[in-house]
């Protein structure tokens, strides 16, 4: 403790010829907050939120979560149709949402498509 202060003394952050360390200026480095991992459910890779896209059940139906708000279980896969197929033949979505039987991800399929479909000028049309 007296170590600590006679080193903060020495730096300049004492306040006056008293020798008083002036709390206000003496702050401690902010540790970084770690970043949230997520699962995919179709090929078990990790990734972050923005790489992931989040499925709830809204009743019976299962929905994309695009602002990862809906309340109840979530399930991630990556914005891969790959990822999807592996996740549906592994069965692994009503695992990890913790319901039987198997869901309809069409919803779901679609907004993948949608998402990974490359929009192009008119001038690649085919004919």
Not at 9 to 37: F, H, I, L, N, Y
Not at 46 to 71: F, H, I, Q
Not at 91 to 109: E, M
Request: aromatic share 0%; net charge positive.
């Amino acid at each position: 403790m007296i170590q600590n202060l006679a080193s903060l003394r020495m730096s300049g952050v004492t306040d006056g010829p008293s020798g008083e360390v002036d709390c206000e200026t003496v702050t401690r480095p902010k540790a970084s907050a770690p970043v949230p991992t997520r699962t995919c459910v179709g090929c078990r890779g990790k990734g972050g939120r923005s790489e992931l896209l989040r499925m709830a059940l809204m009743g019976d139906d299962l929905v994309p979560d695009l602002s990862a708000r809906l309340p109840g279980r979530g399930a991630w896969v990556h914005l891969d149709q790959e990822c999807l197929a592996l996740a549906v033949r592994r069965r692994a979505i009503p695992r990890a949402l913790r319901v039987p039987g198997p869901l309809d991800v069409a919803a779901v399929q679609h907004l993948l498509e949608e998402m990974t479909t490359v929009h192009r000028g008119s001038g690649s049309k085919k004919p």
